[in-house]
């Protein structure tokens, strides 16, 4: 079986390595040495500008919260709308 040697970053850390390669790029360096640099493929570092390009650290960390709080409160309504069905049912008296 293959091992992946694949790492996740946060989205802290891709925001950081964003801005090295920014600054690697604007001296001159090609994009090839710079994802080697960052220890990405050339294709991760284009993948992450486009979802992360023109956003600052803090902004990631607080929409990966809300993103988090936002899948607790579906959880919680699905929760509540199954209770609300099975009292509906028994008040119907069909159990």
Do not use: C
Request: proline share 2%; glycine share 4%; aromatic share 4%.
């Amino acid at each position: 079986m293959k091992r992946s040697n694949r790492k996740r970053h946060r989205p802290e850390e891709v925001v950081a390595k964003l801005r090295q390669a920014d600054e690697a790029l604007a001296k001159g360096t090609p994009i090839a040495e710079v994802a080697r640099s960052l220890g990405v493929s050339e294709v991760t570092l284009h993948r992450w500008r486009a979802e992360y390009g023109a956003v600052d650290r803090d902004a990631v960390r607080r929409m990966k919260e809300l993103e988090k709080e936002n899948a607790r409160l579906k959880r919680l309504v699905a929760d509540q709308q199954l209770d609300i069905q099975i009292l509906k049912e028994v008040a119907k008296g069909e159990f």
